[in-house]
């Protein structure tokens, strides 16, 4: 169960703001491993599984299971990459963060 931390409401968006502007590496996401996680109202299918996962040169793709194969989205990262979705990857590898520690959870 997540715990309530104390932030004061109008502090939120600033937080937010400034991580999605920032570039930086979480050291807990691996990369070439898929962080995937089941969403709630599967109904007991066991389908529909959203996945993130980065390659070596920091490039974000994502993919839900069941959905043909090749159909991955790419973010890619700024700069010689061509990369035109920073915030967006920069929310996804937050995102990694979240499946992982929601998945360690699970399996406690």
Known sequence: MPRKIKIADDDIPATIDAL???????PEV???FG???LHDDHDGTET??????FSP?????IW??????GTALRFRMPGIGGG????TRVALLILARAIMLDEQERLR
Do not use: E, Q
């Not at 529909?48 to 996962?53: A, S, T, Y």
């Not at 839900?64 to 194969?69: A, M, R």
């Not at 035109?84 to 915030?87: A, E, K, L, M, V």
């Open 30 to 32: 691996k990369t070439m």
């Open 64 to 69: 839900i299971d069941g959905v043909p194969s």
């Open 84 to 87: 035109n979705s920073f915030r």
């Open 57 to 61: 040169d920091g490039d974000a793709r």
């Open 20 to 26: 999605l502007r920032s570039y930086f590496w979480l």
């Open 48 to 53: 529909g599984k959203l996945n993130v996962m």
């Open 35 to 37: 962080y995937g996680r």
